[in-house]
């Protein structure tokens, strides 16, 4: 199922970048996997724009999630013009890495 981010007023109007927290545990799925819920989420991407790795293969997500989550929970990934991650979809990925990184 394709994802498509949305924006968040909060952020947007006070022009403030967000800060690396905790998202509530009910905006998470029970359980997640990388095929299922992460993968989605960045290969959304994958056609107008290049990374420096591979978003889409599990190994690289995963030797590199802890940078990919600080990327995204402090809204420097995406880069713009694309926008943020919602809280959702970050809690879903830090989820994914608190759960062992499910493939």
Same mark, same amino acid.
């Given at each position: 199922?394709?994802?498509?981010?949305?924006?968040?007023?909060?952020?947007?109007?006070?022009?403030?970048p967000?800060?690396?927290?905790?998202?509530?545990?009910?905006d998470?799925?029970?359980?997640?996997?990388?095929?299922?819920?992460?993968?989605?989420?960045?290969?959304?991407?994958?056609?107008?724009?290049?990374?420096?790795?591979?978003?889409?293969?599990y190994?690289?997500?995963? @030797?590199? *999630? =802890?940078?990919?989550?600080?990327?995204?929970?402090?809204? %420097?990934?995406? /880069? &713009?013009?694309?926008?943020?991650? @919602?809280? *959702? =979809?970050?809690?879903?990925?830090?989820?994914?890495?608190? %759960?062992?990184? /499910? &493939?």
């Amino acid at each position: 199922m394709r994802q498509t981010p949305q924006f968040r007023a909060a952020s947007v109007s006070t022009n403030q970048p967000r800060t690396a927290r905790d998202v509530s545990a009910a905006d998470t799925p029970a359980s997640v996997s990388f095929a299922d819920d992460i993968m989605p989420l960045f290969k959304q991407f994958q056609g107008p724009m290049m990374w420096r790795l591979d978003l889409t293969n599990y190994d690289a997500v995963k @030797t590199n *999630a =802890q940078t990919i989550y600080d990327q995204i929970s402090t809204q %420097s990934m995406p /880069p &713009p013009p694309f926008p943020p991650l @919602t809280d *959702a =979809q970050i809690a879903t990925f830090k989820l994914w890495m608190d %759960s062992g990184f /499910p &493939p």
